[in-house]
Each structure stands twice: as C-alpha cells, then as structure tokens.
C-alpha cells in the first residue's frame, strides 16, 4: 500500500473516531431529564470510552498516521472526558487545540468536528448565543460538502441548540433535515439521535402548549402532539444499535406517559426498560437510567413504593463502587425526594444533607441548588422555620450563582422554570413574611423578589444578559415610591417603599389567591371594551385597586409621593394600572405611575430638564417608524400617517414610514445619527415566550433578541443611549395572562432608558392626540416622563370621546420615569 493511500486510511480511521466521539457527546445533549435539573452527564464519557479507545490503539499500531493527526486525535478525546468530567471551559481549550492540529495536518472533516465539539462545551456552560452564532458558521460550511454522517451530525446539533435557545420552529426544520440525510445514508445511529431529538421537541411543543392553554395541548391543525413524541420516542429505540440509547429513548417515552397520564397501566414499557437495566454495563449512565426510572415511577399511581427505593439504593452504592460522587449525590437526592413523597420527614432529611453536603463538596452547584430547595421544604413541613428559610437562601444564592447555566442545567426550562425554579423564590418570601417580618426580614424579602423578575427575565431571553446594580429608591427620587407585590400560594403579598421610610408589609384583607386576582384580571378586560354595556363596569377596577393600592393608600398620602413605581408580579403586569379606581378617582389622576422590572435593573435618568427654559428642541429629535398599510396579514393602521405628521410639527423629526421602514433603512439611521427619542407606530406583540415577541417593520419582523444587536452601535461608550422608546401601537399576546413579560424584555433588551408601550391595541386617532400631548410635555422645564405620560392620558380621560380607559389605559412607561 502506498505512503500516500496509507495516509488517506489512518485518516479515515481517525475521521470516524472524533465523529464517534461527537456522536457520544450528542447523546448527552440529547437527554432530557424532565423532573430535576440535568442528570445526563455521564452518557457522553461513558458512550465515547466504549468507542473511542479501540479505534485508536488499531489507529496507533498501523503505524501511518501523521503526528499532527494522532495529536488531534488525542486532544480531541481529552476533551471528550473533559467535558463528560464536568470540566467545559478546559474541554473548549482542548478542542481548540486539536481543531489547530487538524488544520496543521490539512483534514477540513477533523477541524469541522473539533468546532462541532466546542460547541456542546459551549452548550453546557448555558452559552447559547455563542454556540449558536458558531453553529451558523459550521452551518455554513457544511452545506457547501455532500451528504454525510459529518453534514446530519452537525444540523443535529445546530437543531438541539436551536431548540434550547427557543427556536423552536427552526430547530423542527433543521433537526427533521438531519434525520432526511440519516436516512439516506441509512446510519441507523444518526437517525436514532435525531428522532429522539425531535421526540424531546414535540414533548417541549406539547408543554408550551399546555402553558398557553391550548385545548387538550393540540397543533393547529388540531392533532395531538402526545402521539407523536412517543413515536418518535419509539421510532429511535428501535432503530439505535445500542441499547443505552435504546433504554434513554424508552425511559424518556415513559417520563411523558408518567407525566400526562399517571394513572395508565404501563406494564409493558416498564417491563421492556427493566429488561435493558440489567444489561447494561456498571457505569454512570446505567445509574442516571435507574433513576430516571424510580423519578418516572415516583409519579405514577399503584407503584410499590419499596421497588422504587430499591432502584434508588441501589443507584447509591454502585454510585459509590464507582467512585463517581456526582452520581452518588444525585441518587441520594433522589432518594430523599422518596421520603418527602412519603412525609418520612426525619429520613428526607438525613438523606437530603448527606447528598447536599457531596454534592457541594465536588461543587455541583446545579445539584446542590435542588436539594437545598428539597431540605428547605422538608425543614419548613417539621415546624424548623429558621433553618428553612437558610436552606431557601442558599437555594436563592446558588441560582443566582448559575444564571445562565439554569437552562444547561434542564433544555426544557424554558418551561419548567415555573415549577422548577419560580416556586423556590416564592416559597423563600413567604417564609420571610409569616410571622411580623421585621425590617432585615422585609428587606431581604424585597431582594427575594427582585431576584424573581431577574431570573425571569433570563429565563425569557434563556440566557444570563442582565447586569444589576441595587439602588434604594432614595438614592434615584425622593417624590417616588415603589409598590412590591408578589404573588404567594396562598396570598398576594404587597412591600411598600417609601423615602427616607422605613419597609412597610400588607396582606390585602380581602381573598387575593390566585384564582381570585386571576378573576378580577378577566373581569377587567371584559369589561374594558367601550362598546360593550355592563352593571358594573368598575368593579374589577376597584377590586384591584382593593388589593395592591388601598393597602398602602393612607402611608401615599401621608408621604407626599408624587409617582408611584410598580414591581409587578404574574399575571398582575399586564394590568392597567392607571385604570385602578378607588370608588372616587382612577389611580392616574392622583399619581404618576411607572412599571419597573425592579431597581436593580433601572438604568440612569435623561438629563434633558431645564429648570427654567423649555428643552431644546435637539434633545428631542426623534426618528419615527411606522406601517400604516396591511403587512404580513396585520390590519392596516391609518392613523399612524397623522401619528407621525403631528410629530414632526412638534420636534424634528426623521421619518420611516411603510416601504421606506426596512429594517435595513431603519438600523441604518440608528447608527447614523443619535436619536434620543426612538417612536416606533407599527404592529407588535408582547409575549411570555421571546420568540413570539417582535415588532413589525414593511419587509419582516424585529424579534426582542434582535434588539440588541440592532441597536447596539448605540449602547457604544462613545454613543449616547437611547433616551426613550415609544411603542404606540403594540398588544399583548392573546390568552397570554403573562405576556407583559415580553414588554419589560422589549424594555431591557433595548437599552432604552424608558420605554412607552400599549399593553392592547388602541384607536389610531385617541393615539395620535396623546402622542401629541406626550412630546408637548416633554418640553416642559422639570417634567418627569411618568407625568408627562399622565398629562396626555389626563387629556383623553377628560375628553368626552375619549374617557374610557380602553383608550388611554394601555400606554404605560417602563424603566425609568424620571
């Protein structure tokens, strides 16, 4: 055999290594664990150590292949264990090196798979946008090369990163185009990895709707998406040759079952995967299966409750065989999860500690931080309140900690998050405030919950992009006060703080549960339509005001405040507050009002105030963007044109309006010239989800990720930030109660320091005469924005055609009102 044919095969040899390798490594990020935080991370170690050494030391005894080739090789399966180990950033180090070792020996496959590599390092460390943008470009790349086990490997990673970030519908698209090329080539394994890809998405697809409340969770075109994830649930276990994927793909399909329907006999499926338990080989992926298995059956009705402790002791001693302290801690958790199902108090807690204390001790902080939850409920049950809310605090402390690793930790927490970590924040404050909280109780209570809305908001964008910086609200306006309202199991809890004033803590005496402010929300918007007659029509009104106002009302009037900020909670953020009335007046007529994602997150006032002289006209230039024509299936929006007329007889004034609102032409003039004012007359839609949240422009759609990026050259130190953002025509998402979430993402995402939005589409000409008013009062000496704002609401309220809140409710200002 000649040197040269040599040299091609120890390539080929070396080729089909690092893609066995990048296989292993997509089976870990193709499990999902849907209970707990992620407990897939053995799979990749264990799958590549069965595969990789054998093709390495034939590799190695064939004497042919290049040093720089055997270099790459080897780094690259360093890195492999690296990452399996828990090590990301030093497996990414690692994988740069092998792919500058694959490029020094001319193999363009190797260099592409060590890319690939980095990118599930990327993945684990929660660095999603990174791993996306480094995808795209490998995407690249691969689209350019003929169909390949190389091409459906890497569009199967570009589609699990897809999903993990949100995307959903191009991770469908680009996932199902990986399985098309498995299936060409008939490799049974890619098709297997890929169809259980697509089997964890449909169960995502499924969840989310669910959460919108979507009737029996169906597609539009009305079928089931339950069938279809077990399909392909099943679909891969048949096909896979292995039968760790097979058991993965089964205990995944009985963790749907066991969640949509506990009480369905599933002995043939438990029987099946209890068959591929015993034989698999001792290792940790083989203890992550028996958990999985005894959190599936936890969750099921009939179970014997002693096979289910069995799995899980013995999880814990060939846990411990195995010297893998992560998996033991894990097990152990799990086991006392068991007790706390079984009010077995005394056991939940000794077992609870003894996993929490192995779990830290090897710095698993994604473990540590759910059984520090798990031991603050067992403390909380046995009367120990003291040291539950410690363990709440560490829990608190350890997510604040992860951040963006909290969507590593689970690729379903998008959805997840109110189950898994919401309710670790509530349940802290409601500790806190259980008994005559005093003032470090209170404050630390007003903490818990700012940490809420910045844990949400990462959550939305699902990635840590949030700095904070804690301000007293002293420290930014003495004439304001900031309203807390948190939403607790069993109550709506309500922080008042006022300057220079010690924290004041109310409970509503009326019911305020969830289901009663629920209600009163729906009552509210039914009866917010102007055209539509009821008996009542103040009474949701007032029953809101009821909870979160009238509690605080007299230490308000006491103060002297003149704005009233709200921290909004649930599904209180898409309430219109201004319309809160008080038997006598709306809330708008007595205060100025601001909505505000928590003064961590306030960003700095607008110095444009004269204290004598009506503001100059520059710092009020504006650019204005609107569609005032039907687009994209959105009813036209007439009024916009008069909208922006006015406008620029007010203040000068750069114009975009239809053909000429590109998104192109629009990031264009915002890198251009320094607009303080950023007024956008278009059709948008605020959401709980990111991708559903988008402002529309005549060519497409700006997503609120994008917002970033397309005004980032204004963000620069040597440019002036936008100073407000005017959103006059947007709406809520339609049977979201939590899409003001979306709103307070387009608000920080924007970099804007104030932000006007309508929570619901408005008349085009009530809209036209309070933008009018808004700028009008924008260049009044000492004027606020939130008063500014409440001028022009004033003016519609006191028209005779324009009083009903539906048309001056809407707009309200976000982030800073000053």
């Known amino acids: 055999m000649g040197q040269r044919k040599r040299l091609r095969v120890a390539k080929a040899q070396l080729a089909r290594i690092w893609y066995l390798t990048a296989l292993a490594l997509l089976q870990f990020f193709c499990v999902i664990a849907w209970g707990v935080f992620s407990e897939a991370q053995g799979i990749a170690q264990t799958a590549a150590n069965r595969s990789v050494p054998t093709l390495i030391s034939q590799t190695l005894r064939s004497g042919n292949a290049s040093t720089a080739l055997v270099r790459a090789q080897t780094l690259n399966t360093q890195g492999a264990n690296q990452l399996a180990a828990g090590q990301a950033e030093a497996a990414i180090g690692t994988w740069k090196q092998a792919e500058a070792a694959y490029k020094a020996a001319g193999d363009k496959l190797g260099t592409l798979g060590s890319q690939l590599n980095q990118v599930q390092a990327l993945q684990s460390l929660g660095q999603y946008r990174r791993a996306r943008t480094t995808l795209e470009q490998i995407n690249t790349q691969l689209q350019s090369l003929p169909d390949s086990a190389l091409k459906a490997d890497g569009l199967r990673s570009l589609g699990i990163t897809r999903f993990r970030v949100g995307d959903f519908k191009e991770a469908q ?323 008042l703080s006022l300057p220079g004033q010690p924290l004041r803590y109310y409970t509503p005496p009326a019911p305020s549960d969830a289901s009663t402010i629920e209600k009163a929300f729906d009552d509210l918007f039914a009866t917010l339509n102007p055209f539509i007659a009821t008996s009542e029509p103040l009474r949701p009104n007032q029953q809101l005001y009821d909870l979160l106002v009238r509690p605080v009302a007299k230490d308000l009037a006491q103060s002297q405040v003149k704005t009233l900020v709200f921290v909004l909670d649930g599904v209180l953020r898409g309430v219109p507050i201004a319309a809160l009335h008080d038997g006598q007046q709306y809330l708008i007529e007595q205060y100025s009002i601001a909505l505000s994602p928590g003064l961590q997150l306030l960003p700095p006032r607008w110095e444009r105030r004269s204290p004598t002289a009506t503001v100059p006209s520059n710092q009020l230039q504006t650019l204005a963007g609107g569609v005032s024509e039907a687009r994209q299936g959105f009813s036209p929006l007439p009024g916009v044109v008069k909208e922006m007329e006015q406008i620029s007889t007010l203040v000068p004034t750069n114009v975009l309006l239809n053909k000429a609102f590109t998104r192109a032409q629009f990031e264009g003039r915002v890198e251009s010239v320094p607009f303080p004012i950023v007024h956008l007359a278009t059709h948008g839609q605020f959401s709980s989800e990111a991708e559903k949240t988008f402002l529309l422009t005549w060519d497409g759609r700006i997503n609120v990720k994008e917002f970033d990026q397309l005004l980032e050259g204004r963000n620069r130190q040597d440019r002036k930030p936008i100073e407000l953002l005017i959103l006059s025509a947007c709406q809520t998402a339609t049977g979201d109660k939590r899409a003001a979430l979306g709103l307070a993402g387009v608000a920080v995402r924007s970099g804007a320091r104030s932000t006007i939005a309508t929570l619901w589409s408005v008349q085009d000409n009530s809209t036209a005469i309070l933008m009018t008013r808004l700028y009008e009062e924008l260049r009044q000496p000492e004027i606020t924005i939130a008063e500014a704002l409440r001028q022009a609401q004033l003016k519609l309220l006191r028209s005779p055609d324009y009083q009903q809140p539906f048309y001056w409710a809407p707009f309200v200002l976000v982030g800073n009102w000053q």
């Open 173 to 495: 698209a680009v996932l199902q185009s990986s399985l098309t090329i498995s299936q060409r080539l008939n490799a049974n394994a890619g098709q297997s990895y890929t169809l259980l890809a697509l089997g964890n998405l449909t169960r995502a697809l499924q969840e989310r709707q669910k959460k919108d409340g979507v009737k029996n969770a169906t597609t539009e075109a009305g079928a089931s998406l339950l069938p279809k994830a077990i399909a392909f649930y099943q679909r891969a276990a048949s096909l896979t040759p292995d039968d760790l994927t097979r058991s993965q793909a089964k205990l995944n399909q009985l963790s749907l079952l066991a969640a949509t329907n506990p009480t369905l006999d599933q002995t043939p499926l438990l029987s099946e995967i209890r068959s591929l338990l015993k034989r698999l080989p001792l290792n940790r992926a083989s203890i992550y299966a028996q958990v999985n298995l005894a959190e599936s059956l936890m969750k099921m009705s009939n179970q014997d409750q002693r096979e289910i402790s069995q799995l899980l002791v013995n999880a814990t001693q060939q846990a411990r065989e195995l010297r893998d302290p992560r998996a033991e801690a894990y097990a152990l958790g799990q086991l006392g999860h068991l007790y706390e199902i079984l009010r077995q108090w005394s056991d939940a807690q000794k077992v609870t500690e003894q996993a929490l204390q192995i779990a830290q001790a090897i710095q698993a902080n994604d473990i540590a931080g759910s059984w520090q939850w798990q031991l603050g409920r067992v403390l909380k049950q046995q009367g120990q309140t003291t040291d539950a809310i410690a363990a709440y605090n560490q829990a608190v402390e350890m997510l604040s900690v992860l951040r963006g690793d909290l969507v590593a930790m689970n690729p379903e927490v998008q959805f997840s998050f109110q189950e898994q970590v919401e309710p670790i924040y509530r349940q802290l404050v409601q500790l806190l405030l259980q008994n005559n909280p005093n003032q470090a109780t209170l404050q630390r209570a007003r903490e818990v919950i700012e940490a809420l809305q910045l844990a949400e908001l990462n959550n939305f964008f699902r990635e840590a992009c949030l700095d904070v910086k804690p301000q007293q609200i002293d420290q930014v306006d003495r004439n304001a006060a900031v309203v807390y309202s948190i939403l607790l199991p069993d109550r709506l809890a309500v922080i």
